[in-house]
């Protein structure tokens, strides 16, 4: 049965641009046909760019010709969501507020991958000005969940998560200020790395709550998102050897919530289970109320949504849907006493984690509570809150991984892994041996 080069990993498509049997044309066509495919009935992209993909992938295989390789994602294509600056592109961020915007330089992060030789094919959808959704009122429709279309795929980086579970490219880039990577990754059954604050150029990313904001890949498996990471950084790839006498630290305590699917308990303790069968040593470990420290982070991220959008919303109010409006204006209430105290109460949880990894190599949490919601619960302008264990990480800025680690009611859920600043290598190990050890994401919604 002939393979359609859509199917390949990175890893795959990269041996065969090598040894000759694929072209980066090839490759990049069937990525094209692939979106004329399915992208009607998901709607992840909201800018297909065939002339540019086309000729970066002709401009890839003389490169290859010449004898000229630019690494792992030579060749290979990838997705951006709707916030990233690409030269000549309509960046529009989800809103109407930048309705007839074209971007006139390129984020940094983008090229980047650029310079690796990827391939970009075009921008994702996001929730209007990356913040909540979804929102009738934005630009354009939300993306559908492919496990279940009548879901939603959790935002703000849905586009991304959507395209890479959808089989329409591997890897794409996201942002995450309070999970917008993890969350869309954990509701459409895809691996999404939040690296550590500061690893990834913000410059030329549409700023949400800079002080939260981070880019990272969403990719269909660890090591290709442990690829992309490493472009992007110019670092070494994490070599993703096992977990054998790795020390994790299970945040059980955190599972506990109304909104928390009852699978959820039984899928981390056999996520956990796992772990220590492939060698780890898992301890059961006293975290902070996660309630108090949510409360704290909402009011940061809050606060530097009003600071970066407030403004121009209270400007042109008619041009930004209710959801977004909402969420960005009600920051303007943080007062500066209530932000330093918040401040300061997230810094005393940032201080016990490290304190934690000290002794843990990494922390196991949920990354969502439930499953994606359906659509209809957003209808007639609802504002439906989506239990996450996501937030307080933007605000501490450890690295964090979130991957498959089976189904509620039909969808995906997640698993987090937590690690110390500067140690995506290990997050990613740990993240790759779970995978490995489990069917968790080899599952295709297509499939079926």
Same mark, same amino acid.
């Given at each position: *049965?002939?393979?359609?080069?859509?199917?390949?990993? $990175?890893?795959?498509?990269?041996? =065969?641009?090598?040894?000759?049997?694929?072209?980066?044309?090839?490759?990049?066509?069937?990525?094209?046909?692939? !979106?004329?495919?399915?992208?009607?009935? $998901?709607?992840?992209?909201?800018?297909?760019?065939?002339?540019?993909?086309?000729?970066?992938?002709?401009?890839?295989?003389?490169?290859?010709?010449?004898?000229?390789?630019?690494?792992?994602?030579?060749?290979?294509?990838?997705?951006?969501?709707? !916030? /990233?600056?690409?030269?000549?592109?309509?960046?529009?961020?989800?809103?109407?507020?930048?309705?007839?915007? $074209?971007?006139?330089?390129?984020?940094?992060?983008?090229?980047?991958?650029?310079?690796?030789?990827?391939?970009?094919?075009?921008?994702?959808?996001?929730?209007?000005?990356?913040?909540?959704?979804?929102?009738?009122?934005?630009?354009?429709?939300?993306?559908?969940?492919?496990?279940?279309?009548?879901?939603?795929?959790?935002?703000?980086?849905?586009?991304?998560?959507?395209?890479?579970?959808?089989? *329409?490219?591997?890897?794409?880039?996201?942002?995450?200020?309070?999970?917008?990577?993890?969350?869309? =990754?954990?509701?459409?059954?895809?691996?999404?790395?939040? &690296?550590?604050?500061?690893?990834?150029?913000?410059?030329?990313? *549409? &700023?949400?709550?800079?002080?939260?904001?981070?880019?990272?890949?969403?990719?269909?498996?660890?090591?290709?998102?442990?690829?992309?990471?490493?472009?992007?950084?110019?670092?070494?790839?994490?070599?993703?050897?096992?977990?054998?006498?790795?020390? !994790?630290?299970?945040?059980?305590?955190?599972?506990?919530?109304? =909104?928390?699917?009852?699978?959820?308990?039984?899928?981390?303790?056999?996520?956990?289970?796992?772990?220590?069968?492939?060698?780890?040593?898992?301890?059961?470990?006293?975290?902070?109320?996660?309630?108090?420290?949510?409360?704290?982070?909402?009011?940061? !991220?809050?606060?530097?949504?009003?600071?970066?959008?407030?403004?121009?919303?209270?400007?042109?109010?008619?041009?930004?849907?209710?959801?977004?409006?909402?969420? $960005?204006?009600?920051?303007?209430?943080?007062?500066?006493?209530?932000?330093?105290?918040?401040?300061?109460?997230?810094? #005393?949880?940032?201080?016990?984690?490290?304190?934690?990894?000290?002794?843990?190599?990494?922390?196991?949490?949920?990354?969502?509570?439930?499953?994606?919601?359906?659509?209809?619960? /957003?209808?007639?302008?609802?504002?439906?809150?989506? =239990?996450?264990?996501?937030?307080?990480?933007?605000?501490?800025?450890?690295?964090?991984?979130?991957?498959?680690?089976?189904?509620?009611? #039909?969808?995906?859920?997640?698993?987090?892994?937590?690690?110390?600043?500067?140690?995506?290598?290990?997050?990613?190990?740990?993240?790759?041996?779970?995978?490995?050890?489990?069917?968790?994401?080899?599952?295709?919604?297509?499939?079926?």
């Amino acid at each position: *049965m002939k393979i359609d080069p859509a199917d390949l990993s $990175i890893d795959e498509a990269a041996t =065969a641009l090598r040894s000759g049997p694929l072209t980066a044309t090839i490759l990049v066509a069937a990525h094209l046909q692939r !979106i004329a495919d399915r992208n009607p009935a $998901i709607g992840a992209f909201v800018h297909v760019a065939p002339e540019d993909a086309t000729a970066a992938a002709q401009a890839a295989d003389t490169a290859f010709a010449a004898g000229q390789d630019f690494g792992p994602l030579h060749g290979i294509p990838f997705a951006i969501k709707d !916030i /990233f600056d690409v030269a000549g592109w309509p960046v529009r961020w989800g809103s109407r507020l930048q309705k007839d915007r $074209i971007a006139t330089s390129t984020a940094p992060s983008v090229q980047t991958l650029l310079d690796a030789g990827a391939v970009p094919l075009g921008l994702v959808a996001t929730y209007e000005l990356a913040t909540v959704g979804p929102d009738q009122h934005s630009l354009y429709a939300q993306p559908r969940n492919p496990w279940n279309p009548a879901h939603v795929t959790g935002g703000s980086s849905s586009g991304s998560a959507a395209a890479v579970a959808s089989g *329409m490219v591997r890897i794409a880039l996201g942002t995450d200020t309070g999970g917008s990577v993890r969350s869309p =990754a954990s509701y459409c059954g895809v691996v999404g790395l939040k &690296p550590t604050y500061g690893a990834v150029s913000l410059d030329g990313v *549409m &700023p949400l709550a800079t002080a939260l904001d981070h880019v990272g890949p969403i990719a269909h498996n660890v090591t290709e998102a442990a690829a992309v990471f490493a472009v992007l950084t110019k670092s070494a790839r994490a070599e993703l050897l096992g977990v054998v006498g790795t020390r !994790i630290a299970y945040g059980r305590a955190w599972c506990a919530d109304t =909104a928390a699917d009852p699978a959820l308990e039984p899928l981390m303790d056999e996520a956990a289970s796992v772990l220590s069968l492939c060698g780890a040593q898992v301890s059961l470990v006293e975290l902070p109320d996660y309630a108090a420290v949510e409360a704290a982070a909402a009011q940061i !991220i809050l606060a530097g949504e009003y600071a970066s959008h407030g403004h121009t919303i209270e400007a042109q109010p008619s041009d930004v849907g209710p959801a977004a409006a909402k969420s $960005i204006l009600s920051g303007k209430s943080v007062t500066s006493r209530q932000l330093v105290a918040a401040q300061k109460f997230v810094g #005393g949880f940032g201080a016990a984690v490290d304190t934690l990894l000290r002794d843990h190599d990494v922390l196991i949490l949920p990354t969502t509570m439930a499953p994606a919601p359906p659509f209809s619960a /957003f209808a007639e302008g609802k504002t439906v809150w989506t =239990a996450m264990r996501t937030l307080p990480f933007n605000v501490t800025g450890h690295p964090v991984l979130s991957v498959p680690m089976g189904f509620a009611n #039909g969808l995906p859920m997640g698993l987090q892994i937590v690690g110390r600043h500067g140690d995506e290598a290990t997050v990613c190990r740990v993240g790759a041996a779970f995978e490995a050890a489990t069917d968790h994401g080899a599952g295709d919604p297509y499939s079926a």
